[in-house]
């Protein structure tokens, strides 16, 4: 990456600076179907995180670590308290205001790609900047020298997802979080479809990429690789914080 390009993303990720980015205070997250009993997903949850951060939310299955994710990210609301983004309330906006939020401050890498079927590899990565109104001719350079930094040769740019490997999309789906230029990157279990080798070398570029750029990162994971390159490692059991440590 070259250190133009770096310097444009540390600018915009690092305009937090003197405040949290993400400040959740007394969050829970109950669900309730007709008829069942409630499922509290979250019991008022703590946590502060700071402008580049790189860190990873683990637990096992039905702790919580997804919905937190889910509520930070504004893809769920909380039943109670509040989440600050960069000084913002977002639990108050309506449904159009979080999704111009996302739009604008997030970028998100899921487990399962999300990649749409019908576009080129290049045309996935240049989505959420064609969405933001980016120059043509500068959406085709961030993505182009993006997609470089993160090991993907041009010959790819113009194949579809299923004629990629894994670790490809998940390359793909990484660029596409990485060129809207985000305050936060979030990640939801980005390394569980991938084979041991693939999801090293894909955290590890991740790292570097956050050590460049002071863009934070946040991920949901159960995966020890995660949790061994994270510089913080909060832990959840039943909706509850019971570890957080700082590396």
Do not use: W
Request: proline content about 4%; some cysteine.
């Amino acid at each position: 990456m070259s250190d133009s390009h770096a310097a444009t993303h540390t600018e915009s990720a690092t305009a937090t600076q003197g405040r949290p980015l993400i400040q959740v205070s007394q969050l829970s997250k109950t669900y309730q179907k007709k008829g069942a009993v409630p499922v509290h997903a979250l019991n008022n949850v703590d946590l502060v995180i700071e402008p580049g951060e790189f860190t990873a939310i683990a637990g096992p299955s039905g702790s919580g670590k997804t919905t937190l994710l889910n509520c930070i990210g504004t893809l769920d609301v909380p039943t109670s308290g509040s989440v600050l983004f960069d000084g913002k309330e977002t639990e108050a906006m309506n449904r159009n205001q979080r999704a111009t939020f996302r739009l604008n401050n997030m970028g998100f890498i899921f487990q399962a790609y999300n990649l749409i079927p019908v576009l080129t590899a290049e045309e996935n990565a240049e989505f959420i900047l064609l969405l933001q109104g980016v120059d043509p001719k500068e959406r085709r350079e961030r993505v182009k020298n993006d997609l470089a930094a993160l090991g993907i040769e041009e010959a790819l740019l113009n194949r579809r997802p299923n004629q990629l490997s894994g670790g490809q999309q998940q390359r793909i789906a990484i660029a596409r979080a990485l060129v809207a230029r985000p305050k936060l990157i979030l990640a939801d279990e980005p390394t569980a479809n991938l084979d041991s080798e693939t999801g090293a070398k894909l955290l590890d570029t991740m790292r570097e990429l956050n050590e460049q750029t002071g863009i934070t990162f946040l991920f949901s994971t159960h995966d020890p690789m995660v949790m061994e390159r994270a510089r913080r490692l909060i832990k959840l059991r039943d909706g509850r914080i019971v570890e957080d440590v700082f590396k």
